[in-house]
């Protein structure tokens, strides 16, 4: 879930980026029996005035694979293991 900010709700704990991408892992409200995922286009003309808008997501996991399979998504390389 995102907040009214536009930014992903807590728990985040696991991320990765490349030049195009920020990916996220997320348990919404620390719950650990669901996983969301987003992604966010670091480089959407939308970032400026309305952040909401570079933000797709939540995602199931086969949402954001097949996401992942389209768009050569980054990997996740910094995971929180005590929050996974």
């Not at 879930?1 to 997320?26: E, F, P, W």
């Not at 199931?60 to 293991?81: G, H, I, Y």
């Amino acid at each position: 879930m995102a907040d009214q900010s536009g930014l992903v709700d807590y728990t985040i704990y696991a991320v990765g980026s490349d030049a195009r991408h920020i990916v996220v892992k997320q348990h919404p409200r620390g719950d650990k029996s669901i996983t969301n995922y987003y992604i966010v286009d670091v480089n959407s003309s939308e970032i400026p005035l309305h952040p909401e808008m570079a933000i797709t997501g939540p995602l199931t996991q086969a949402q954001f694979d097949e996401s992942a399979r389209k768009t050569s998504l980054p990997k996740f390389t910094s995971v929180l293991k005590t929050l996974q």
